[in-house]
């Protein structure tokens, strides 16, 4: 496999972390403790409740995607350590996982974008600046000229020991 085609595949897998990590945390369950989320943006359950009836099928929805796109790149992770896989079987897999994080990125942008108008101001400028934090990490050095300094939020360099890189990663 060629350097980029290395380079693709993990951007997508470390870019796929902050979806990973949406379906994680954005789960309302009634009468559980708080998400992470909900913890993070310090939403009261009158507000949890909200967020929940504003975009009710993304738990079940994200879970699907998020599985879809963990079987994709198990079967990427097996052709790779497979030393006979032809270049086409491993460039059609490597097409797979592009699918399949493509459909849940899209499903987390929606997601993000339904909660938004439901939150204050305060809680907005958090989750858009988490998500922000999740895109300067997928997309590698190259959204810090190369270096590994401090982002706005100061979460740091890295991917925070966990997927999307927030809180409780």
């Known amino acids: 496999m060629t350097k980029a085609g290395v380079i693709t595949v993990?951007?997508?897998?470390?870019?796929g972390g902050l979806g990973s990590f949406f379906v994680t945390v954005?789960?309302?369950r009634h009468g559980a403790p708080a998400t992470p989320l909900e913890h993070y943006l310090?939403?009261?359950?009158e507000?949890?409740?909200?967020?929940?009836k504003a975009d009710p099928a993304?738990?079940?929805?994200?879970?699907?995607?998020?599985a879809t796109l963990d079987t994709a790149r198990d079967g990427l992770?097996?052709?790779?350590?497979?030393?006979?896989a032809t270049d086409r079987e491993i460039l059609d897999q490597v097409e797979q996982v592009i699918t399949a994080h493509?459909?849940?990125?899209?499903r987390v942008a929606r997601h993000v974008l339904a909660i938004r108008p439901h939150l204050t101001p305060d809680q907005q400028k958090r989750l858009m600046g988490l998500c922000a934090h999740g895109v300067r990490q997928g997309g590698g050095s190259r959204w810090r000229g190369g270096r590994g300094e401090r982002d706005a939020g100061g979460l740091g360099p890295g991917r925070g020991g966990g997927h999307g890189g927030g809180p409780g990663s």
């Open 102 to 106: 493509d459909a849940l990125e899209r």
């Open 42 to 45: 310090g939403l009261s359950a």
């Open 47 to 52: 507000r949890a409740q909200l967020v929940q």
């Open 77 to 84: 992770a097996r052709l790779l350590e497979t030393p006979s």
């Open 10 to 15: 993990l951007v997508l897998a470390v870019g």
């Open 58 to 66: 993304f738990s079940v929805e994200a879970e699907r995607l998020s």
């Open 26 to 28: 954005a789960q309302v």
